[in-house]
């Protein structure tokens, strides 16, 4: 059996090795001469999967090691009878991590002496958004939730419209990327939506870049009263607008999901499929081959400021100002680079470790400051 994978897939060999013979080719640049002769494909997000790939390929079997599925034409691969997984949820707990990291950061950056001051409004409420949502409410926030697919479905949710979720201290974007439909989302920021936002607000996006225009948000960034605006996602990756990265707060390269406990989880869910589909057993897990986290121990002690505390352990593990500094520097160079450099910092992305890896000791301290260490996903240290 030959197995294709996009060279970007940790732990292929680990997990893949006993099916066959495994190809590792760059997923930007796989061609049908790459996939023609593969029994099973496995790519990212930087893959598109459709018929100009797979029309008279050997592929059964198509896994994609990420929560976002815009890249794959299902319906083709539904019609020509290819089997298909995705790995909903993998590293839904990083994109919350990088959301809560953002939030502290910003909260810090106006000065606020209380975080959960910030009302929070989600836009797209599934894997993402919910695990952000509960662990906001839990935190103490105000949170408005806007998914009109869901709210459809589920008639006593408490859902708002977009103009109200848009009216929060704080929008962060988590919806599929999608272009069809009765609840589309390509550009479900255009001009008008971005138009109603002050510069009282902070923009968040880590869904897809095409969901908010990004001529035109540039075009609002320029206007008096813009609102801060962070993005982790862009349009027409890796060649996106350099003048967009000057122009917002925070700019990292779609690394938002990527921490190591959620890049391993996407290769074992789409793993975990493909035993199924072939009809074999399950024997490898993810945590198996996670490392030793670098750093695995916080203490603090009992003059410890309640949120002061929880910020600085959280920046201990992760830190986007990093990630921000690393986009900024190649986006300085040449434009035939950018883009390639773009790739080359998510290719090279160091380690990053979610915040659970760390245990915590809090020595004397409030059970406010206990209850928030758990609700940011911190162990904490009996
Ligand atoms: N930046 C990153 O590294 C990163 C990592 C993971 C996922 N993502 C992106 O985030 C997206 C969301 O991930 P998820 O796991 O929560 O997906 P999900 O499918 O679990 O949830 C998406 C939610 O969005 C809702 N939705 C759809 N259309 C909407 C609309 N017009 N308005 C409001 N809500 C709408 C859906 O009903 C659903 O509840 C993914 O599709 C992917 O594109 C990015
Ligand atoms: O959809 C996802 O899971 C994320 O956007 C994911 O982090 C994308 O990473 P990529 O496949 O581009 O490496």
Redesign the pocket.
Known sequence: MLIVADENIPLVDSFFGDFGHIRRVSGRLMSPEDVADADILLVR?VTRVDASLLEGSRVRFVGTA?????HIDQDWLQANDIAFCAA?????N??VE?VLSVLALHAERRGLNDWTELSVGI?????????LASKLERLGFTIRL?????AE?EPDGEFVG?DE?LACDVVT??????KS?A???YH?LDADRLRTLNGSQLLI????GE?VDNPALLDCLGQPDAPTVVL??WENEPSIMPELVENVWLATP?????SLE?KFQGTEMIYQAVCQYLGFPVRKQAGQFLPEPALSKLSFTGSAKDEAAAFMAMRCCYDPRRDDANLRLVMAGSQDERGPAFDRLRKEYPVRREFSSAKVQLKGASKVLRDTFKALGFKLKI
């Open positions: 997000s990420t929560i976002g599925t815009d909903p949820g993998c590293n839904a990083s994109v990088y836009v797209g409420v599934g894997n993402v958004g919910g695990e806007c998914d009109p697919p869901r479905q977009l979720a974007l988590h919806t599929p990327l999608t439909g609840h589309g989302t479900l996006n880590t869904g897809r969901v982790d996602v779609h690394i938002a999901g990527y959620g």
